[in-house]
């Protein structure tokens, strides 16, 4: 067991002094730091200290060829971790960054085959997070994955950092609950087209936009079957699975709530022996808690921002209610939608009924 020293931050407004501290402990000393990012907490060491970046993947007892994402806070990063980047990359990177997008570049051989699984390749992206941009800039540019254990939701607010990392990584900063709940969005630019790899919080449809061209999406992104290609090594694992069974209710069409409630009603029905929870928009969950039917709300399904904050926050929840199932509405698949249908199917582990 390690002894987990906690600073606390205010997100916003970051300590300086606090921010200083935690620089000089982890510089030089292979330390593993647990930080906030507007996306989900990551479990971080420098990119550069082979030692720190094998620690991560003992603390979160993950699969050593399953990469891990750079985090930077200035352009300078960027050229010490990657090979040639596409002729206008830094426009394009100026237009989203800091932000939840990671791009997928030619990896400089300086940077550990530990954090490209031994790919040619890395992930990178800038937070925008004032917490880790500060730390970063004093410290350098950060390997981190998500601050779950492999195979848990990614941790969003502290009390889940503090299960899942306490008495595993040196140090957690904690700085309240993330910003936006899901996950980076990944794009491959060492291929053309670019390739999606996972929707995340970046809106594929605005990605799409900034680059000017069309992006593939694989069906793996969509989060309908795994992938078996070597450049998506990440997608291949089990993720964002809560220990209670869960099934999808789909539909290719939410205008008319009345009929797909319904179908949801049947769904539950069909599981009369277990006990459930059906986990509800709270325009439909009106309806299920009228018929006295067991509902958790996960936020408004004309808001999908407030869904995708409130999932991994949700599946968690889930598992310590104490039910057999937990029957669990979809949503639109965009904007944010497509992540949030992503991370769906795959804790559902593809058990989807479509309606
Ligand atoms: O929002 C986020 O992206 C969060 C925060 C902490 O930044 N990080 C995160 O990291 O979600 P992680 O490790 O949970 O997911 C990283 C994903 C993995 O699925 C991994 O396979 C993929 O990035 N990845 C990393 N390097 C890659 C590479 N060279 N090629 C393809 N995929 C890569
Ligand atoms: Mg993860």
Not at 2 to 28: A, H, M, S, W, Y
Not at 247 to 269: A, I
Request: aromatic share 8%; glycine share 6%; proline share 8%.
């Amino acid at each position: 067991m390690v002894k987990t020293r906690v600073f606390r931050i205010d997100p916003l407004n970051p300590d300086e002094e606090i921010l200083k501290q935690c620089c000089k402990e982890i510089t030089g000393r292979s330390t593993t730091v647990v930080f906030p990012t507007e996306t989900v907490y990551g479990l971080g060491a420098y990119v550069f200290d082979v030692h720190a970046i094998k620690k991560i993947f003992t603390i979160k007892e993950r699969p050593i060829d399953n990469p891990l994402i750079i985090h930077i806070s200035k352009f300078d990063h960027l050229y010490e971790v990657t090979g040639d980047a596409p002729n206008n990359f830094k426009d394009i990177a100026k237009k989203l960054w800091p932000g939840p997008i990671t791009f997928i570049l030619r990896k400089r051989k300086e940077v550990p085959h530990e954090i490209s699984g031994g790919l040619p390749t890395v992930a990178v992206r800038m937070p925008a997070h004032p917490v880790p941009l500060r730390l970063i800039d004093c410290i350098g540019p950060l390997a981190a994955p998500s601050a779950n254990i492999s195979g848990r939701p990614s941790p969003t607010i502290p009390h889940h950092v503090y299960v899942d990392m306490f008495g595993r990584a040196d140090i957690i900063i904690d700085a309240g609950e993330t910003f936006l709940g899901v996950e980076s969005t990944i794009v491959d630019l060492t291929t053309d087209p670019p390739k999606l790899l996972r929707p995340g919080s970046l809106p594929v449809e605005k990605l799409k936009e900034i680059l000017g061209k069309d992006i593939v999406v694989p069906n793996f992104a969509k989060g309908l079957g795994e992938s078996d290609i070597a450049l998506a090594p990440g997608t291949r694992y089990r993720h964002y699975a809560p220990k209670t069974p869960i099934v999808v209710v789909e539909s290719s069409d939410y205008r008319d709530l009345k009929e797909y409630t319904n179908s949801v009603v049947e769904v539950v029905r069909n599981y009369s022996t277990h006990r459930y929870v059906i986990v509800a928009s709270r325009e439909t969950a009106k309806e299920y808690e009228a018929l006295e039917l067991n509902t958790v709300v996960i936020g408004s399904r004309y808001n999908l921002y407030e869904i995708a904050k409130n999932l991994f926050k949700v599946l968690r929840d889930v598992d310590r209610m104490g039910v057999d199932i937990a029957i669990v509405e979809g949503f639109p698949e965009i904007g944010i939608g497509l992540a949030i249908m992503n991370r769906l199917r795959k804790a559902s582990r593809f058990n989807i009924v479509k309606v």
